[in-house]
């Protein structure tokens, strides 16, 4: 009976703390957030839209004195980075097979979560438009999730993370679609081609029978 009695109060008191590391966790950005002055919003949001322009011109110097000694940039192909030149090397890459043209623009507002003053937890969504060589284009839905740090007096980019769904893809589209065009290409040849043997065989034969006849 004792032993059931200790054993409601410990279950009783794990609950309660439970509750109260929850209020805390979930009070603590408000807290942060009432620190911060619509100033440093505005620094962020700059530091934003010039991450967004350096993508979009591919003019990675912009960006570069915005970025955290430590950045890191993980792709939506699950790659990661952490130098300028080596990502400027990966998004260069995308333009040399259909790709013509990406430019990247925000969809809605961007929501985010100031873990102390100085960091910043940001998420939203994005839509990169594709242009292909061939004329066509493609949109294709992200999510990103940024951390910024502010590093004397300057808000950076500590890490930034984009995804998709693979199951909407307008460059795996394309690359799909350039598939079944090579293979019904192939199939097309291999049918002339197979015709054409056929055909000269046949003559072949004819000519060897008429050779024997005489």
């Known amino acids: ?27 603590l950005p408000q807290y942060a957030l009432a620190d911060v002055n619509p100033q440093e919003i505005d620094a962020i949001i700059r530091t934003r839209d010039i991450a967004l322009q350096a993508l979009n011109t591919r003019d990675f110097a912009k960006i570069e004195p915005y970025l955290h000694p430590n950045f890191t940039i993980t792709t939506v192909d699950n790659q990661i980075f952490h130098k300028v030149p080596e990502f400027e090397k990966y998004w260069n890459q995308q333009f040399s097979s259909s790709i013509k043209d990406i430019k990247m623009q925000l969809k809605g507002d961007s929501l985010r979560t100031f873990i102390t003053p100085e960091i910043d937890v940001a998420y939203g969504e994005a839509i990169a438009s594709f242009s292909f060589k061939d004329g066509k284009a493609a949109d294709m839905a992200l999510r990103w999730t940024a951390v910024l740090q502010k590093l004397q007096d300057k808000w950076t980019i500590q890490s930034l993370h984009f995804s998709s769904n693979l199951l909407n893809n307008p460059v795996l589209n394309s690359a799909q679609q350039l598939g079944q065009i090579l293979a019904v290409a192939a199939g097309v040849g291999g049918f002339i081609l197979g015709v054409v043997t056929m055909l000269i065989l046949r003559r072949r034969n004819k000519q060897e029978t008429e050779t024997e006849k005489i």
Do not use: D, E, H, P
């Open 1 to 27: 009976m004792i032993k059931q009695k200790w054993t409601s109060i410990n279950k009783y008191t794990q609950l309660l703390w439970s509750v109260l590391l929850m209020l805390v966790i979930w009070n």
